[in-house]
């Protein structure tokens, strides 16, 4: 490997590592309180996180919105520190429907969003009841320069973002490697498959296998705690999970087979099957079925969307770093395998 | 060497599966929801580097295998 490559690929995962933590988050809205409303004063608290409720107390607002139609003003009774605010709220007993939410709005955080599933008793409903003793504008973030965008239950393990998924673009990337030398291993002019490019596709094999367990393991670990089990059943996690039981499958078979020609011939036509049949698991499948991934379903033409600008100034070097890494090891699994089979060869020289 | 290393590795998994009932379940979760799960991240990240590690001195032992045949 070119050492500029290496270079590049040493600087890539340092930025990684430093910047994948050392960007803030942008402040957002955890929770409320709040368990059940009743007609009249309501009170309860408002938690932000990242935020500056106390710092910026003069222009704190709270509302409670109302089938996102209706708005009502809360006072606010206390700001605790810069992420509690307790605040009190006056609901008359006509509201709209039950389905509530809450914002706060302050200088320097702007809008902050809060959807909890708040119960309710005592109210009756009449669809489209508003209520215009009450205004409130949505406010801008004030410019704080680079953060990382606030998602409700994710929040800071937005981060694994550059540590997970560059594992599966190593991954594809490595097995794409492979599929392409085991294409070259059978279409040898001579008509006997090429040894080198069997060598070449197994070490890439080899190699993307030890991204695919990582990937699995991280991405394990981030459901854990974000979708609450293990293993869920999302299609992408079950075909992640069938692919790499076929590579497993590719290995076994090539290691029971001792005959070198023939080895190659059988591993090679199988690898063409595994690429595909990883192809329609991992990039076409989980377009059709419902799934837990973000930005899976639908055309993939608009996903550029998901995406925050932020996360990409990390994200995109993260793949490209990690990518070079695992090419890196690529070449030097190849180097040790060259010399592997030598050694075998004159093994059997010295037998024969 | 390499038959040290291959110990403090495997004494240090053991060590790692023993704490696991310390934190079991509801202690767990509160270890790592608090302060926005940065904690998630750094086992991932943690993960990560121990895996490619791992990987590494793997192929290390390879190539010393060869070296040892051919003496």
Redesign the interface.
Known sequence: MNLWLKIICIACLIYT?VF??WHP?APGGLEVSAKSFHPGRNEFSFTG??SHFLQEKQSMQVFVTVDSSAVYCADILSVTDEAHAIVSVFLPDTLSSNQFGFLANNNIDGTLLVEAPVGSEGFTFIEGTKNDSCHYEVKQEEHMGFGYPFQPI????I??LM??VP?WFTMFALMIISFIFSLRTLSNKSGTPDLNFDRKAAASAG?GL?FC??GL??GS??AR?TWGAWWTNDPQLNGAMVVFMVYVAYFILRNSTPDHDKRSRISAIFNIFAFALMVVLLMVMPRFAEGLHPGKSGNPAFSKYDLDSSLRTVFYPAVLGFVL?GYW?YK??EK?RI??DQ?EENHHDEKS | MMKNLNRTILTSLLFMLSMTPAFAQDGMEEYFYESGKIKVVVVVAFVVMVGLIIYALSLGRRLKKLEEKKS
């Open positions: 590592a994948s933590f988050m996180y990242g994710i929040i800071e393990s981060r694994n540590w997970h594992m190699t030890v367990i990582l393991i991280t670990i981030w705690f890494l090891f030097i699994n040790i010399l592997e050694q």
